[in-house]
C-alpha cells in the first residue's frame, strides 16, 4: 500500500525558503514521476514540478526559476525547495506519486507565508 | 504553456447521470495525454478516481468512469449519489509538464 507523509514547517518569512519533505512508503522513489503540487486558498489546484526516475527534473515555468525538488533514495524521501517566497505562495502543498499503479497523494501541508 | 477547461459547474439529480470534460487548447485530448481525474471535498485532499483516461483505483466507486469523448477526456458518473457532491480537477501531460483544469463544482441536487 502506497503512503505518502509528508513533513515541514506551516509558517515561513517573506523572502524565505519554503522547504516540505515527502515521505514514501509501498513504493519506489526511484521510479516514475514524485511531484509537488499547490492549491491556495480557496483556489485551483496548480502543478509545481516533479522528479522523474530519480533524476529527471521539470518545473512549472512560472515557478522554475524559484523552485528545487530533489530526491533521497537512501532515505525513500523527496523534497521541495521553494524560494523567495511572498505572501502569494500562501497554498496547501501537496506531495503526489504518478506511476501505472495510479495517482497517490500525500496529506497535504498548509503553508502560511507571514512574518 | 496549455490551458485546461473544465466546465465550472454541473448539477446532476440524485441517480442521474453527468459527464464532465476536460479539453486542451492544444488540440485533441488524447491517451498520451494520460489524463487523470480527481476528486475533492472540502477540507479533503485530492484523491485520484481515474488514471490514464479510463484506469480506476481500488476505491473508485464503480459508477465512475473515464474516456476520451470528441476530443476531451471525460469523466461520467452514472447513478449520483448525495456523497458525489465534490470539486472535480483533470490532469493533463503535456511534453514535460503537468497542467490541471480548473475544476468542475458538482452538485448532486
Known amino acids: 500500500q502506497v503512503q505518502l507523509q509528508q513533513s515541514g514547517p506551516g509558517l515561513v518569512k517573506p523572502s524565505e525558503t519554503l522547504s516540505l519533505t515527502c515521505t514514501v512508503s509501498?513504493?519506489?522513489?526511484?521510479?516514475?514521476?514524485w511531484s509537488w503540487i499547490r492549491q491556495p486558498p480557496g483556489k485551483g489546484l496548480e502543478w509545481i514540478g516533479y522528479?522523474?526516475?530519480?533524476?529527471?527534473?521539470y518545473y512549472n515555468s512560472s515557478l522554475k526559476s524559484r523552485s528545487t525538488i530533489s530526491i533521497d533514495t537512501s532515505k525513500n524521501q523527496f523534497s521541495l525547495e521553494l524560494t523567495s517566497v511572498t505572501a502569494a505562495d500562501t497554498a496547501v502543498y501537496y506531495c503526489?506519486?504518478?506511476?501505472?499503479?495510479?495517482?497517490?497523494w500525500g496529506q497535504g501541508t498548509l503553508v502560511t507565508v507571514s512574518s | 504553456q496549455a490551458v485546461v477547461t473544465q466546465e465550472p459547474s454541473l448539477t446532476v439529480s440524485p441517480g442521474g447521470t453527468v459527464t464532465l470534460t476536460c479539453a486542451s487548447s492544444?488540440?485533441?485530448?488524447?491517451?498520451?495525454?494520460?489524463p487523470y481525474w480527481f476528486q475533492q471535498k472540502p477540507g479533503q485532499a485530492p484523491r485520484t478516481l481515474i488514471y490514464?483516461?479510463?484506469n480506476k483505483h481500488s476505491w473508485t466507486p464503480a459508477r465512475f468512469s473515464g474516456s476520451l469523448f470528441g476530443g476531451k477526456a471525460a469523466l461520467t458518473l452514472s447513478g449520483a449519489q448525495p456523497e458525489d457532491e465534490a470539486e472535480y480537477f483533470c490532469?493533463?501531460?503535456?511534453?514535460?509538464?503537468?497542467?490541471f483544469g480548473g475544476g468542475t463544482k458538482l452538485t448532486v441536487l
Open positions: 503526489v506519486w504518478q506511476s501505472p499503479r495510479g495517482g497517490y
Open positions: 509501498g513504493g519506489s522513489i526511484r521510479s516514475y514521476f
Open positions: 522528479i522523474y526516475n530519480s533524476e529527471i527534473t
Open positions: 492544444t488540440g485533441a485530448v488524447t491517451s498520451g495525454h494520460y
Open positions: 490514464d483516461t479510463s
Open positions: 490532469l493533463l501531460s503535456y511534453t514535460g509538464a503537468r497542467v
